[in-house]
């Protein structure tokens, strides 16, 4: 099972995730949804966003390629009709006149039958950081209920899927890597610096945190406890997982450096082990896979006497559970989003440090006490155990102690809000945390808050078309105040 792709997104800002051929567990932060005003253009824009994390496509015309623009043929999935767009953007926004470029790309989706059609548009921004918007296969869910009224536009942010990505291998021939924008967080940064280029924005589980140079340490501390929650409501189910984590933790801290190698050529280690928890705790149906993948660990015994040993199955799942090697930029930039004139210093690690004695998975297994699983945090080791990611580990480093991160966030600008903002605020979210994402709701002018315990992180993709409704419900009136 590869890495969740459900980040915060936003486009008028819709925070969702498209339902793609082979159900992956969702993870990282929610996509969002942006409805943009004005009439079907697309055009290219310096945009005012900080160009690190800036997306660089904005809305003007579609009909008329240009060399920076181009179009293609209109071609159909069951139930909708999909167009490409390639856009020549410059790298560094800030110094547009230095020649190097990037490619950044959009497919345009619209109702089968209505290509023509005046449609506003829905800007769709794939959560992450680091993960490509969603492939459609068909009319279905959210994006089937939008496509009713908008044109909706799926952007690859830079560096994801064929906006010149930045894969394991490409990153090799570059020195530093490149930033990146994301989901709810990134609809936040817009209605901070570009508001005007809004007509109102949708966000589920992608309210980012407000107040600090790094939030990171806040952040995480947070999480940690929501993950301990969901560690006792796992084992409360799947008790007798208990023991079969017990026996993995044993297995792997008696083998030869304390792990066994991956198919990817990687390690797994008894920390490496407790990050199955970043797609498996947090997400519907996350208990249930990670369930029947532990099912499966073990190779069974077909000769009497001879050791027992992990399954390739088990290991092939546990490298496309976490999915580094296809997106490593979620590794890599994950703590830098948190980042404002301050450094991250390995935010996770430290306070992982402060639960250790919860979260040591060997004292946990000598002890007889349930081994904890990881949430949502990218540590040092990753950079060591990960076959994709070592080659990136003086990057990473560099990263953790970058202190010259530009504003994200202007609360001034988003005390006088003028943009109409709905938002789904779950209430055991365990990526983003509530009290958190309820406080800075409390700093953006006129927010429609939807309180729900009925879905988790990975609500858009769970809730279908409910989610994304009862949003735009809160946005045209059909919801009411009170």
């Given at each position: ?276 928890g970043l797609a498996g705790l947090g997400s519907g149906g996350g208990f249930e896979r990670l369930h029947y993948l532990l099912e499966r660990v073990w190779d069974p015994v077909l ?151 009925e879905y988790m992180h990975s609500g858009i993709r769970d809730g279908g078309s409910h989610v994304f409704e009862h949003l735009m419900g809160l946005l045209n009136g059909k919801k009411?105040?009170?």
């Amino acid at each position: 099972m590869a890495a969740a792709r459900l980040r915060s997104a936003a486009a008028v800002a819709i925070a969702t995730a498209i339902p793609t051929a082979a159900a992956r567990p969702p993870l990282l932060r929610l996509p969002a949804l942006l409805p943009v005003p004005g009439a079907a253009r697309l055009r290219l824009s310096s945009c005012r966003i900080p160009p690190p994390r800036g997306a660089a496509a904005a809305m003007s015309s579609l009909s008329s390629a240009t060399a920076e623009h181009e179009a293609g043929a209109w071609y159909a999935v069951p139930g909708l009709s999909l167009r490409e767009h390639r856009f020549a953007v410059p790298l560094d926004h800030s110094s547009p006149d230095e020649g190097a470029a990037i490619t950044v790309f959009a497919r345009e989706v619209v109702a089968a039958g209505k290509e023509e059609a005046s449609l506003p548009y829905l800007l769709y921004l794939q959560g992450g950081p680091g993960f490509e918007s969603p492939r459609p296969m068909e009319a279905g869910g959210w994006l089937k209920k939008a496509c009713e009224d908008h044109r909706v536009v799926l952007l690859d942010q830079r560096g994801t899927g064929l906006s010149t990505p930045l894969t394991a291998s490409s990153l090799s021939q570059i020195t530093s890597p490149a930033k990146q924008s994301y989901g709810g967080f990134c609809a936040v940064t817009y209605l901070s610096f570009a508001p005007e280029g809004l007509k109102s924005v949708l966000l589920t589980g992608g309210l980012p945190p407000l107040g600090e140079p790094c939030t990171a340490q806040t952040v995480y501390r947070a999480c940690f406890k929501m993950v301990q929650q969901q560690n006792e409501k796992y084992y409360k189910r799947y008790p007798q997982d208990i023991q079969v984590i017990h026996e993995i933790v044993r297995y792997l801290s008696e083998s030869e450096g304390g792990g066994v190698l991956l198919p990817s050529g990687g390690r797994l280690t008894p920390k490496m082990l407790q990050c199955l928890g970043l797609a498996g705790l947090g997400s519907g149906g996350g208990f249930e896979r990670l369930h029947y993948l532990l099912e499966r660990v073990w190779d069974p015994v077909l000769v009497p006497g001879a050791k027992r040993s992990i399954s390739y199955y088990f290991l092939k799942e546990f490298d496309m559970w976490l999915g580094f090697d296809q997106n490593p930029l979620y590794a890599l930039l994950h703590e830098s989003i948190y980042c404002e004139g301050s450094s991250s210093r390995w935010s996770a690690e430290k306070i992982r440090s402060e639960y250790e004695s919860l979260f040591d998975p060997i004292k946990a297994t000598e002890e007889g006490r349930p081994v904890y699983f990881t949430g949502e945090m990218v540590f040092p080791c990753m950079f060591d155990e990960i076959h994709a990611l070592r080659d990136l580990k003086e990057a990473a480093h560099l990263l953790a102690e970058k202190e010259d991160w530009p504003p994200l966030y202007d609360v001034s600008k988003l005390n006088n809000n003028k943009v109409p903002v709905a938002a789904a605020i779950y209430y055991e979210d365990m990526y983003v945390n509530f009290n958190i994402a309820k406080e800075t709701a409390s700093q953006i002018a006129g927010i429609r808050l939807w309180v729900t315990n009925e879905y988790m992180h990975s609500g858009i993709r769970d809730g279908g078309s409910h989610v994304f409704e009862h949003l735009m419900g809160l946005l045209n009136g059909k919801k009411p105040l009170f």
